[in-house]
C-alpha cells in the first residue's frame, strides 16, 4: 500500500489521543485513575490492616494519631490496536481507499508514540499475527515498510478475522474498512459486544472513495464484485437508478453509525477525496 513520510507526520506532533478505557500495566506515561506507587501525589485515605507501612505518613500520626496512607496517581501505558480490511474491494477508486488506509495508521500510530502509548497494527487477512509498531521514529519507519508490504486482495469475512485478532482486552481500538462485507451488518452487534466485554474503546473508520459516494455516470454499465469476478450485474443508470442507490448507501452507513452509538463506540466516515489532514483531525475530535 501507498504510505506518506515521516515529514509529513510531523505537522501531528501536537494532537493527543483521548484513551477513557482501560490501561496496560506497563508503566508509562498515560495517567490513570489507578492508584499506585510511580507517579504524581494524589492525596491520603485512612490505613486499612495490611497496607503497605512505607506508605503511612508518619507526620500525619504525630500530629492526628491515626495512620494514614499516601496515594499517588499511577501512570500506565495506553493500548491503541488498529485492524486493517486488506481484502480487494479497498483497491477501489481513483485515490485508492487503501491508500487513505494507510496513512490513517501512519497517522494515528506515529500519534500514539508520541504520547508513549503502544501500538499494534493488524492485517486482517493475516489475524492471527499483529504487528507491534516499535517507539519512536524509527517505528514509524518500520510500519511504513510494513504497510507497504501489503497489497490488498480477495475477500475478508470481517466479524470472524476481528475475532481472530481480539487476543488481549484493553485499549483503544480503530477498525479501518470499507464495511463492504455482506455479512458485516448482520455481525456488527456480536462484535461490538464482544470488544465491549473485554473493556475495548472502539473506532470504526469506514473508507469511501468518491466514485463510491458521488455517481456521475449516465448509460449502461456492467458492474463486476471486486472480491468476486463471477459476480456481475448489467444497469442501466437512469436518474432513479442513482437515486435509489444513494438512498441504499445512506442506510447502510446510517445503520452502522447507529449500531455503533447504540455499543458505545465512535463512527467516522472518511471520503477519499478529502485531505488527510482533515480526516484524521476529524478522528482525534471523536
Given at each position: 500500500m501507498q504510505t506518506i513520510d515521516?515529514?509529513?507526520?510531523?505537522?501531528?506532533?501536537?494532537?493527543?489521543?483521548?484513551?477513557?478505557?482501560?490501561?496496560?500495566?506497563?508503566?508509562?506515561?498515560?495517567?490513570?485513575?489507578?492508584?499506585?506507587?510511580?507517579?504524581?501525589?494524589?492525596?491520603?485515605?485512612e490505613y486499612i490492616p495490611g497496607d503497605d507501612m512505607r506508605y503511612v505518613d508518619w507526620n500525619a500520626y504525630a500530629r492526628l494519631d491515626k495512620l494514614y496512607i499516601k496515594e499517588y496517581m499511577e501512570e500506565r501505558e495506553g493500548r491503541v490496536n488498529i485492524f486493517l480490511d486488506t481484502s480487494r474491494s479497498m483497491q477501489f477508486g481513483s485515490a485508492l481507499k487503501s491508500t487513505l488506509m494507510a496513512e490513517l495508521s501512519q497517522a494515528i500510530s506515529y500519534v500514539a508514540l508520541s504520547g508513549?502509548?503502544?501500538?499494534?497494527?493488524?492485517?486482517?487477512?493475516?489475524?492471527?499475527?499483529?504487528?507491534?509498531?516499535?517507539?519512536?521514529?524509527?517505528?514509524?519507519?518500520?510500519?511504513?515498510?510494513?504497510?507497504?508490504?501489503i497489497t490488498p486482495d480477495g475477500r475478508i469475512n470481517l466479524a470472524d478475522a476481528l475475532k481472530k485478532s481480539?487476543?488481549?482486552g484493553g485499549g483503544l481500538s480503530f477498525i479501518i474498512s470499507d464495511f463492504m462485507?455482506?455479512?458485516?451488518?448482520?455481525?456488527?452487534?456480536?462484535?461490538?459486544?464482544?470488544?465491549?466485554?473485554?473493556?475495548?474503546?472502539?473506532?470504526?473508520?469506514?473508507i469511501l472513495s468518491k466514485e463510491e459516494m458521488d455517481i456521475e455516470y449516465t448509460g449502461s454499465y456492467r458492474f463486476i464484485d471486486s472480491e468476486?469476478?463471477?459476480?456481475?450485474?448489467?444497469?442501466?443508470?437512469?436518474?432513479?437508478?442513482?437515486?435509489?442507490?444513494?438512498?441504499?448507501?445512506?442506510?447502510?452507513?446510517?445503520?452502522?453509525?447507529?449500531?455503533?452509538?447504540?455499543y458505545g463506540a465512535m463512527y467516522h466516515l472518511c471520503r477519499t477525496d478529502e485531505p488527510l489532514r482533515k480526516n484524521i483531525y476529524d478522528i482525534m475530535r471523536l
Amino acid at each position: 500500500m501507498q504510505t506518506i513520510d515521516l515529514q509529513e507526520l510531523e505537522a501531528l506532533r501536537n494532537l493527543k489521543l483521548n484513551i477513557k478505557r482501560t490501561f496496560t500495566y506497563t508503566e508509562g506515561f498515560r495517567r490513570s485513575s489507578a492508584k499506585g506507587r510511580s507517579a504524581e501525589f494524589s492525596g491520603y485515605r485512612e490505613y486499612i490492616p495490611g497496607d503497605d507501612m512505607r506508605y503511612v505518613d508518619w507526620n500525619a500520626y504525630a500530629r492526628l494519631d491515626k495512620l494514614y496512607i499516601k496515594e499517588y496517581m499511577e501512570e500506565r501505558e495506553g493500548r491503541v490496536n488498529i485492524f486493517l480490511d486488506t481484502s480487494r474491494s479497498m483497491q477501489f477508486g481513483s485515490a485508492l481507499k487503501s491508500t487513505l488506509m494507510a496513512e490513517l495508521s501512519q497517522a494515528i500510530s506515529y500519534v500514539a508514540l508520541s504520547g508513549k502509548d503502544s501500538v499494534y497494527v493488524t492485517d486482517l487477512s493475516r489475524p492471527a499475527a499483529s504487528f507491534k509498531v516499535p517507539p519512536g521514529n524509527m517505528g514509524v519507519r518500520m510500519l511504513q515498510r510494513w504497510l507497504e508490504d501489503i497489497t490488498p486482495d480477495g475477500r475478508i469475512n470481517l466479524a470472524d478475522a476481528l475475532k481472530k485478532s481480539l487476543r488481549t482486552g484493553g485499549g483503544l481500538s480503530f477498525i479501518i474498512s470499507d464495511f463492504m462485507d455482506e455479512e458485516f451488518p448482520y455481525r456488527q452487534e456480536e462484535i461490538l459486544r464482544l470488544m465491549n466485554y473485554r473493556r475495548m474503546e472502539v473506532r470504526l473508520i469506514q473508507i469511501l472513495s468518491k466514485e463510491e459516494m458521488d455517481i456521475e455516470y449516465t448509460g449502461s454499465y456492467r458492474f463486476i464484485d471486486s472480491e468476486d469476478e463471477s459476480k456481475d450485474v448489467k444497469l442501466t443508470l437512469e436518474r432513479s437508478v442513482v437515486k435509489n442507490y444513494n438512498k441504499a448507501l445512506d442506510k447502510y452507513i446510517n445503520d452502522i453509525s447507529a449500531m455503533a452509538t447504540r455499543y458505545g463506540a465512535m463512527y467516522h466516515l472518511c471520503r477519499t477525496d478529502e485531505p488527510l489532514r482533515k480526516n484524521i483531525y476529524d478522528i482525534m475530535r471523536l
